[in-house]
Antibody, heavy 123, light 107 residues
Framework: QVQLQESGPGLVKPSQTLSLTCTVSGGSINFPGYYWTWIRQHPGKGLEWLGYIYYSGSTYYNPSLKSLVTISVDTSQNQFSLKLSSVTAADSALYYC???????????????WGQGTLVTVSS | SYELTQAPSVSVSPGQTASITCSGDKLGDKYASWYQQKPGQSPVLVIYQDTKRPSGIPERFSGSNSGNTATLTISGTQAMDEADYYCQAWDSSIPYVFGTGTKVTVL
């Protein structure tokens, strides 16, 4: 059973960089057919896909945030990470990491999720 | 940008059928997925590729997608089905877009 666990600071100051790490257990991140994903949810709101990364390092980002988001992978640690730069209060949210499983072609679904970590942007 | 619209809430009596709709431009030409999120929990995939159920998801959950509307149907709704439900669309021209979410209340 694959498990994902987010970790990182719960409080970030405005204009700084938000950094989170997702540790994967119960399966190797270094395996074809899966993308490793970051999704966030503003309090009481819907879900927003931020981007994902393949074990090879290929990345795809949400165009609305592309210049601010960086996702990286460390296959030796079975981890992947999110950096979101120049944060504002609007970036306060619950951040989830998830596994995207290939269904067909470039269509993937999010089949395993972490429990989420709450990040607040405040001075 | 592509948008998916859902009704904010749906109420259903136990044992009855709940229909949750998701509207988007030419949504039927894209793949639709549905996620269930109970309070304080992470989302769970309940329908993908319009009609398919992941392993472990009860048969009472079914999906359809045509025209501009995707529909998640819960037949014989149970109290445990009370949750928020989010649709999600994909095709090669858009990023992974989620709907606005529907809160299902079992009265």
């Amino acid at each position: 059973q694959v498990q994902l666990q987010e970790s990182g600071p719960g409080l970030v100051k405005p204009s700084q960089t938000l950094s989170l790490t997702c540790t994967v257990s119960g399966g190797s991140i270094n395996f074809p057919g899966y993308y490793w994903t970051w999704i966030r949810q503003h309090p009481g709101k819907g879900l927003e896909w931020l981007g994902y990364i393949y074990y090879s390092g290929s990345t795809y980002y949400n165009p609305s945030l592309k210049s601010l988001v960086t996702i990286s992978v460390d296959t030796s640690q079975n981890q992947f990470s999110l950096k979101l730069s120049s944060v504002t209060a609007a970036d306060s949210a619950l951040y989830y990491c998830a596994r995207a499983r290939q269904v067909v072609g470039y269509y993937y679904v999010f089949d395993y999720w972490g429990q989420g970590t709450l990040v607040t942007v405040s001075s | 940008s592509y948008e998916l619209t859902q009704a904010p809430s749906v109420s259903v009596s136990p044992g009855q059928t709940a229909s949750i709709t998701c509207s988007g431009d030419k949504l039927g030409d894209k793949y639709a997925s549905w996620y269930q999120q109970k309070p304080g929990q992470s989302p769970v995939l309940v329908i993908y590729q319009d009609t398919k159920r992941p392993s472990g998801i009860p048969e009472r959950f079914s999906g359809s997608n045509s025209g501009n509307t995707a529909t998640l149907t819960i037949s014989g709704t149970q109290a445990m089905d009370e949750a928020d439900y989010y649709c999600q669309a994909w095709d090669s021209s858009i990023p992974y877009v989620f709907g606005t979410g529907t809160k299902v209340t079992v009265l």
